[in-house]
Every structure is written in structure tokens, then in C-alpha cells.
Nanobody, 118 residues
């Protein structure tokens, strides 16, 4: 069963750091891109960062310079290093994998809570 699973969320003070991990199952093939989304209460889910199979990265303007996405292809795993965290980063963070031609197939993790206290 193809799936992704996140870990690494938690409670951190303003200015602190967290690293999120997301592992895709071994049965997941032809990954087009993987990325991180987040959703705060009352807000739409938004793309935070992603990385394509070719290594191209994207960051939302709100996190650029503070967050960094990386991958370990041998483990089918991506990471999100979050530094200089702010209360506005508080959200449920979701891992996403897109597979198939053009990334037509979506897989979502269960989400991991990140709370930044002020």
C-alpha cells in the first residue's frame, strides 16, 4: 500500500527549530515530487515547500530563508528543517507525494502538529 508518514512535530518556543521527516513507503514508485503543506485553523491548506525528482525546490515567501527542504532518495524520505520559528508557523503540517506522469496521483500523510509559542 503506497503511503507517506510524517513525524517530528511538537511544541517549540519562538526562534527555535524543528525538523520534520516524511517517509514514502517502499511500494511507492515514480515519485514526481514531494513536499510539505500546512493548514492553520480557519485557513486553506498552503504549500510550504516542495522538491521535484530533478532536485528543483520551491518555498513559500513566508518561509524562504528560514526553512529548508531536502531529500534522501535511497530512503524515499524528505525533510523540512525549520529554523527561526514564529507563532504564525503554527499549523498542522502535511507531507504530500505526487506520482505518475506529471504528478497526477496524490498521497497525503496524516499530519503532524507544529506549535510555536510566544
Amino acid at each position: 500500500q503506497a503511503q507517506v508518514a510524517e513525524s517530528g512535530g511538537g511544541l517549540v518556543q519562538t526562534g527555535g527549530s524543528l525538523r520534520l521527516s516524511c517517509a514514502a513507503s517502499g511500494s511507492m514508485f515514480n515519485i514526481y515530487a514531494m513536499g510539505w503543506y500546512r493548514q492553520a485553523p480557519g485557513k486553506e491548506r498552503e504549500l510550504v515547500a516542495d522538491i521535484t525528482s530533478g532536485g528543483s525546490t520551491y518555498y513559500a515567501a513566508s518561509v524562504k530563508g528560514r526553512f529548508s527542504i531536502s531529500r534522501d532518495n535511497a530512503k524515499n524520505t524528505i525533510y523540512l528543517q525549520m529554523n527561526s520559528l514564529k507563532p504564525e508557523d503554527t499549523a498542522v503540517y502535511y507531507c504530500n507525494a505526487k506520482t505518475g506522469s506529471g504528478g497526477k496521483n496524490d498521497y497525503w500523510g496524516q499530519g503532524t502538529q507544529v506549535t510555536v509559542s510566544s
